[in-house]
């Protein structure tokens, strides 16, 4: 059983959180996953920045801009992340678009992640056909779980599949737009929460998108197994980025 398996088989209302490597500062990227597992964060999701984040909302794309300002990039992050696991035993995975990753070799980084003890990895952009017919061998020898996405507008048999394909858990987009921080769960939201829990499916799931705050994250636990939070978490770093502000921001979520 790996990371991802142990945790959503121990714990309940699973508090996933995101933020990007080399944001605020070049070298927080494992001070900041320390910071936040020993505050009680569950899993994280380390973005790997991209000039043309196209999902994401404002705060990311912010954040990302200003880590490749900083001098962020994949081989740079490797090297980062080679002490991971000496101070960190919460499932980590990296979240990033298909366009570098395919440019730093996807062979290559499936070998480079599972050096660091990555435990998945999230692609928004790499549809799950592609992944599977030329890139799933790789990511499998590397024991590494690529985690698929749906959205109220993906469809019942598309969920199914994707159910049936998954290995770590399901990543529910919570609407149809880009990330970005939101104070309260809108009704159609609950809609769609309630019709995928009602279909039972296998894999675990986890909703993100517009998970901001202690109401929208236990809202979306009673549907989900857990939730992320990312450009909520990404606004903290850019107010207060020091351990004791992680530690606040992660008790505030908790709190109910």
């Given amino acids: 059983m790996n990371r991802i398996e142990e945790t959503f088989e121990e714990r309940d209302a699973i508090l996933n959180i995101y933020y990007t490597a080399g944001f605020p500062d070049l070298n927080d990227t494992v001070r900041i ?32 801009k200003l880590a490749l300002e900083n001098g962020m990039k994949l081989s ?46 999230i692609i928004p952009d790499l549809p799950i056909q592609e992944y599977e017919e030329h890139y799933a061998a790789h990511f499998e020898e590397a024991g590494l779980a690529n985690i698929f996405l749906i959205s109220p507008n993906t469809g019942a048999k598309r969920i199914a599949e994707i159910d049936e394909k998954s290995t770590g858990f399901i990543y529910m987009v919570s609407s149809a737009g880009v990330t970005g921080a939101k104070s309260e769960v809108q009704e159609g939201q609950l809609d769609y929460f309630k019709r995928i829990a009602d279909m039972k499916l296998k894999s675990p799931k986890l909703i993100g998108f517009g998970i901001s705050n202690s109401q929208t994250f236990h809202s979306a636990c009673k549907y989900a197994e857990g939730a992320i939070i990312g ?18 921001f992660i008790h505030s979520i908790r709190t109910q």
């Fill in 33 to 64: 996953a320390k910071a936040l597992e020993k505050s009680g964060a569950d899993m994280l999701e380390i973005g790997i920045p991209f000039s043309d984040p196209v999902a994401d909302g404002p705060t990311i794309q912010d954040s990302s």
């Fill in 76 to 121: 740079l992050l490797f090297e980062q992340l080679k002490e991971l696991r000496s101070k960190v035993q919460i499932p980590v995975l990296l979240m990033g678009y298909v366009n570098p990753i395919i440019q730093f070799g996807i062979e290559n980084f499936c070998r480079k992640c599972a050096e660091v003890g990555i435990d998945g990895t």
């Fill in 231 to 248: 450009s909520a978490f990404v606004n903290q770093l850019k107010e207060d980025a020091s351990d004791e502000g992680i530690r606040d």
